[in-house]
């Protein structure tokens, strides 16, 4: 099964950025592709959504803050994050949507000041 590999991740403070990559061991040309994200003590929850038309779609609470991008030449998914709120903090990970594969090692994105 594909394997992924989720970088990007850090420490930033409220209202920063950052760009979290995901890297596929095999094509997703043709897959919609999502971003799912945990954090400390909560259920895993959906985030973004890019179809193979690279159509987007949001959770309501990052709607208008994040950025779901693709280039499928390098089997790579990315999420732009802008300004980043503390409710943010969590382990990032990518998969297939509908979910097909393991999950990958995530990035953990910490929005503190």
């Known amino acids: 099964q594909v394997q992924f590999v989720e970088s990007g991740g850090g420490l930033v403070q409220p209202g920063g950025s950052l760009r979290l990559s995901c890297s596929a061991s095999?094509?997703?040309?043709?897959?919609?592709m999502g971003w799912y994200r945990q954090a400390p003590g909560k259920q895993r929850e959906w985030v973004a959504t890019?179809?193979?038309?690279?159509?987007?779609n949001y959770i309501d609470s990052v709607q208008g803050r994040f950025t779901i991008t693709r280039d499928n030449a390098k089997n790579t998914l990315y999420l732009q994050m802008n300004s980043l709120k503390p409710e943010d903090t969590a382990l990032y990970y990518c998969?297939?949507?509908?979910?097909?594969?393991?999950w990958g090692p995530g990035t953990q994105v910490t929005v503190s000041s």
């Open positions: 998969n297939f949507i509908p979910l097909r594969s393991s």
């Open positions: 095999e094509s997703i040309t043709f897959y919609a």
């Open positions: 890019i179809t193979s038309a690279r159509t987007p």
